[in-house]
C-alpha cells in the first residue's frame, strides 16, 4: 500500500460524517465505524459498549411512579449519596451544565468565555452555547485526557467565566491543579462528572468526581455508569448560585412524558442483552454509540418516573463499579504490546469504558475494525478535536491546530468493561488485538 492510498484508508475511519440536517450533526459513533466495514459482525451475540443491566420490571413501574413524592424520595437519596446540599434534577447533563452557566452568569455578568477541552463530547459546547456565553478550546494532555496545564493557564483572563474539566470515559483527571490556575484567575472550576457518577478520586476515596470543583454535573443517559436514557444531576457548592439555580428551576416546564419513557426503557432493558443487541445496531438511524451536536437542545425538569428508576438502580451501583474496576484491571495486566499506551490509573479503577491509545493509525483502524465486526462492544470514541467538526467551526472561528486533541482523536479505542463483559469476552479482545498486531 503506497503512503497516499494508506492515508486514504485510514481517513475513512476517522473523518466524521455530517447529515444534512440543519441542527444536528453525528459525530461519533461505533455504529458509524461498523457501517463503514466491509466485514460482518456474528450473529446473535455483540456486546454494548456500557452500560449495565436494568430489569424489566422498573419499565412496568414507570407506569405507576409518576407522583412528585416519588421523584423527590429518589432526589433526596441521591443528595445524601453524594453529600453536597445543592443538587438540581434535570433532563440532561447538558441541562445540567446549562442551568450552572446560567445561574453563575448573573453573579459575573462581565465575564462570557467558558474554556472546554479541544477534545471532548460536543454536548459541552452545546450548553455553553446555550447559556449565551463563549466556547474557548484548550488542548488536552495525553496522560489523563485532561488539560495541558501550560495551554489552559495562557487561556485564562478576566473574561473567563468558568473552566470544564471533563473525567472522560470515568478516567479522573487533575482537579486540583486546574482549580488553583482558576482561582489564580477568579474563574469558576466545573467537573464534567456525566461519565463518572459514583467514582471517586483514587487518593481521596472519599471525594466524588464532581464535587471537588465548584459545581459539577452528571447525565443517566444511554452507555452512562447509571444507564436510564433520561436525566442529569447538577451539584453547585455555592449557596448564592444554588439559590438562583433554584429560582431559574422554577421557570422549567415539567417533563410529563412518563409512559413514553417507560416504554423506551423497557425497549433499551430488551435489547442491551447482548443476544439480542445487534438487532438495533442494524437500524442505522437509530445511531447507537453516536452523539448528536444538537445547538439548540430541551431543558426541562427531569421525569418523576425516571428518577424512581435512578433511585432503585444507585443500590446496584457500587457491585457494578466494582466488576468495572476488575474488569478494567485485566485489560491493564493483559494488554501489554508496546504500540498501546494506557490512559490514566492502571490500578483497578472503575472506568465507564477502558481508554487505550494505539498511535499507528492504521493499526488501529484494523483493530477496531476486527473488534467491532466479531461484537466486541469496542468503540472509537469522538473521531476529532471539536474544532474540526463542521457545525462547530463556524461557531468557534477557531482554526488553531490541537495537537494533542488530534493525537487522541487518531488514536482512542475504548473497550467494555461494564457488567455484561465476562472472562471469554476479554480473551476474545486480546486475541483479536494480539492476532491483528502479530500480522502487521
Given at each position: 500500500m503506497t503512503g497516499a492510498s494508506s492515508s486514504r484508508s485510514c481517513r475513512l475511519?476517522?473523518?466524521?460524517?455530517?447529515?444534512?440536517?440543519?441542527?444536528?450533526?453525528?459525530?461519533?459513533?461505533?455504529?458509524?465505524?461498523s457501517r463503514s466495514s466491509s466485514l460482518k459482525k456474528p450473529l446473535f451475540y455483540s456486546l454494548p459498549p456500557a452500560g449495565h443491566k436494568i430489569p424489566l420490571r422498573l419499565s412496568l413501574g414507570c407506569f405507576g411512579n409518576r407522583s412528585q413524592e416519588h421523584c423527590e424520595r429518589a432526589i433526596e437519596g441521591i443528595t445524601r449519596y453524594l453529600g453536597i446540599?445543592?443538587?438540581?434534577?434535570?433532563?440532561?447533563?447538558?441541562?445540567?451544565?446549562?442551568?450552572y452557566l446560567k445561574a453563575l452568569s448573573v453573579f459575573r455578568r462581565e465575564r462570557n468565555e467558558v474554556i472546554v477541552p479541544a477534545y471532548t463530547c460536543p454536548s459541552v459546547v452545546s450548553a455553553v452555547l446555550k447559556a449565551g456565553l463563549t466556547p474557548v478550546l484548550c488542548d488536552n494532555n495525553l496522560e489523563d485526557l485532561g488539560y495541558d496545564l501550560q495551554a489552559l493557564e495562557s487561556k485564562l483572563g478576566h473574561?473567563?467565566?468558568?473552566?470544564?474539566?471533563?473525567?472522560?470515559?470515568?478516567?479522573?483527571?487533575?482537579?486540583a491543579a486546574v482549580q488553583e490556575l482558576c482561582r489564580n484567575h477568579g474563574a469558576s472550576l466545573v467537573e464534567d462528572a456525566a461519565q463518572a457518577f459514583g467514582n471517586s478520586f483514587p487518593d481521596e476515596q472519599d471525594v466524588k468526581l464532581g464535587l471537588k470543583g465548584d459545581a459539577g454535573f452528571y447525565s443517566f443517559g444511554r452507555g452512562k455508569p447509571i444507564s436510564i436514557l433520561h436525566g442529569g444531576l447538577l451539584a453547585v457548592a455555592s449557596d448564592e448560585v444554588g439559590h438562583e439555580a433554584r429560582r431559574i428551576m422554577r421557570e422549567l416546564n415539567a417533563n410529563t412524558a412518563n409512559v413514553r419513557y417507560g416504554l423506551s426503557l423497557g425497549t433499551y432493558a430488551l435489547f442491551s442483552n447482548p443476544r439480542l443487541y445487534w438487532i438495533p445496531q442494524m437500524i442505522p438511524f437509530l445511531n447507537l454509540?453516536?452523539?448528536?451536536?444538537?445547538?439548540?437542545?430541551?431543558?426541562?425538569?427531569?421525569?418523576?418516573?425516571?428518577?424512581?428508576?435512578?433511585?432503585?438502580?444507585?443500590s446496584g451501583l457500587e457491585k457494578e463499579k466494582e466488576i468495572r474496576g476488575m474488569n478494567a484491571k485485566w485489560y491493564a495486566d493483559?494488554?501489554?504490546?508496546?504500540?498501546?499506551?494506557?490512559?490514566?490509573?492502571?490500578?483497578?479503577?472503575?472506568?465507564?469504558?477502558?481508554?487505550?491509545?494505539?498511535?499507528?493509525?492504521?493499526?488501529?483502524?484494523?483493530?477496531?475494525?476486527?473488534?467491532i465486526a466479531e461484537g466486541s462492544g469496542a468503540t472509537g470514541s469522538y473521531p476529532t478535536p471539536l474544532n474540526e467538526l463542521p457545525k462547530l467551526r463556524e461557531v468557534l472561528a477557531d482554526d488553531r491546530e490541537y495537537e494533542n486533541a488530534k493525537k487522541i482523536a487518531a488514536s482512542i479505542v475504548t473497550l467494555p468493561v461494564h457488567s455484561g463483559v465476562d472472562v471469554t469476552d476479554r480473551e476474545n479482545i486480546k486475541r483479536i488485538i494480539q492476532q491483528v498486531i502479530h500480522a502487521n
Amino acid at each position: 500500500m503506497t503512503g497516499a492510498s494508506s492515508s486514504r484508508s485510514c481517513r475513512l475511519f476517522c473523518d466524521i460524517r455530517v447529515p444534512d440536517e440543519p441542527q444536528a450533526a453525528i459525530v461519533t459513533g461505533n455504529a458509524l465505524l461498523s457501517r463503514s466495514s466491509s466485514l460482518k459482525k456474528p450473529l446473535f451475540y455483540s456486546l454494548p459498549p456500557a452500560g449495565h443491566k436494568i430489569p424489566l420490571r422498573l419499565s412496568l413501574g414507570c407506569f405507576g411512579n409518576r407522583s412528585q413524592e416519588h421523584c423527590e424520595r429518589a432526589i433526596e437519596g441521591i443528595t445524601r449519596y453524594l453529600g453536597i446540599r445543592n443538587v438540581f434534577y434535570l433532563s440532561s447533563g447538558r441541562a445540567a451544565l446549562w442551568l450552572y452557566l446560567k445561574a453563575l452568569s448573573v453573579f459575573r455578568r462581565e465575564r462570557n468565555e467558558v474554556i472546554v477541552p479541544a477534545y471532548t463530547c460536543p454536548s459541552v459546547v452545546s450548553a455553553v452555547l446555550k447559556a449565551g456565553l463563549t466556547p474557548v478550546l484548550c488542548d488536552n494532555n495525553l496522560e489523563d485526557l485532561g488539560y495541558d496545564l501550560q495551554a489552559l493557564e495562557s487561556k485564562l483572563g478576566h473574561k473567563t467565566l468558568a473552566a470544564i474539566v471533563v473525567h472522560l470515559y470515568g478516567v479522573p483527571v487533575d482537579v486540583a491543579a486546574v482549580q488553583e490556575l482558576c482561582r489564580n484567575h477568579g474563574a469558576s472550576l466545573v467537573e464534567d462528572a456525566a461519565q463518572a457518577f459514583g467514582n471517586s478520586f483514587p487518593d481521596e476515596q472519599d471525594v466524588k468526581l464532581g464535587l471537588k470543583g465548584d459545581a459539577g454535573f452528571y447525565s443517566f443517559g444511554r452507555g452512562k455508569p447509571i444507564s436510564i436514557l433520561h436525566g442529569g444531576l447538577l451539584a453547585v457548592a455555592s449557596d448564592e448560585v444554588g439559590h438562583e439555580a433554584r429560582r431559574i428551576m422554577r421557570e422549567l416546564n415539567a417533563n410529563t412524558a412518563n409512559v413514553r419513557y417507560g416504554l423506551s426503557l423497557g425497549t433499551y432493558a430488551l435489547f442491551s442483552n447482548p443476544r439480542l443487541y445487534w438487532i438495533p445496531q442494524m437500524i442505522p438511524f437509530l445511531n447507537l454509540g453516536g452523539t448528536v451536536f444538537e445547538p439548540e437542545f430541551a431543558t426541562s425538569r427531569g421525569l418523576h418516573a425516571a428518577a424512581a428508576v435512578l433511585g432503585t438502580m444507585l443500590s446496584g451501583l457500587e457491585k457494578e463499579k466494582e466488576i468495572r474496576g476488575m474488569n478494567a484491571k485485566w485489560y491493564a495486566d493483559n494488554l501489554t504490546a508496546g504500540c498501546i499506551r494506557h490512559i490514566g490509573s492502571r490500578g483497578e479503577y472503575p472506568y465507564l469504558r477502558y481508554p487505550l491509545m494505539i498511535v499507528d493509525t492504521c493499526l488501529r483502524m484494523r483493530i477496531l475494525e476486527k473488534l467491532i465486526a466479531e461484537g466486541s462492544g469496542a468503540t472509537g470514541s469522538y473521531p476529532t478535536p471539536l474544532n474540526e467538526l463542521p457545525k462547530l467551526r463556524e461557531v468557534l472561528a477557531d482554526d488553531r491546530e490541537y495537537e494533542n486533541a488530534k493525537k487522541i482523536a487518531a488514536s482512542i479505542v475504548t473497550l467494555p468493561v461494564h457488567s455484561g463483559v465476562d472472562v471469554t469476552d476479554r480473551e476474545n479482545i486480546k486475541r483479536i488485538i494480539q492476532q491483528v498486531i502479530h500480522a502487521n
